[in-house]
C-alpha cells in the first residue's frame, strides 16, 4: 500500500511541487511523510483524529490559490479511526477550482466501498492487495488517468523500481521490467 501511495506522488509530481495533504489519522499522516521524503512543498489540511476531513476547508484553500497547487492528496477510508472521508465532495472542489491532480489513498475503501474513479474525477488511485480485497499481502496497485499520464511523462522526481512508465512499456509488451 505504501508503494503504491509512493508510486502516485513520485510518477506524476516534481521538485518543489505545491501540494495539499488531508491528515486526519494514521494514513493522511503518511501521505504527508512521503511528500515531504520527496521534498514536495506541502500545506496540511488537518482534522481531528476521528473526524472527517471537511471539504470547505480544501474549498478555501483552492480559492486562495492561484493555481499554483498542483496536487490535493489524502486518504478516502482512514483506517487508523474507521473515519470515511468525502472524497467526492473534495475531488469536485479540485476539478472547480483549480488543474491539481486529485490523488487518493483507497487501501481500504477499495473493495469495500463504492469508488467510482472516472464518475468522481479522482487522477491517481493507489491501493493494496491485503485489505479491502482480503487477498494476501504484496501486491501495489495504482491506478492513474489520462490526465495522471501526462503529468507522468515531465515529472522529474527520482525513481526507478516504482517507475511506472517502465511497467507501461512492458505490460504492452506482455512482460514487465522486473520480478
Ligand atoms: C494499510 C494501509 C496502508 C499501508 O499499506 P501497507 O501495505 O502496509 O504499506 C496505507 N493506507 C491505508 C489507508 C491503509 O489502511
Known sequence: GTAAMEAGIINTLSRGDKVICGANGK??????????AYGLDVEIVKAEWGQPLDPESFRQVLEKDNNTIKAVIMTHS???TGVINDLQTISEHVKNLSSALMIAD????????DVPMDDWGIDVIAS?????YMIP????FVAMNDKAWIASKSSDLPKFYLDLNAYLTTVNK???PFT
Open 106 to 113: 483507497c487501501v481500504t475503501s477499495l473493495g469495500a466501498c
Open 78 to 80: 482512514e483506517t487508523s
Open 137 to 140: 499481502p504484496g501486491l501495489s
Open 128 to 132: 493494496g492487495s491485503q485489505k479491502g
Open 174 to 176: 506482455n512482460s514487465n
Open 27 to 36: 494514513f493522511g499522516e503518511r501521505w504527508v511523510k512521503v511528500a515531504k
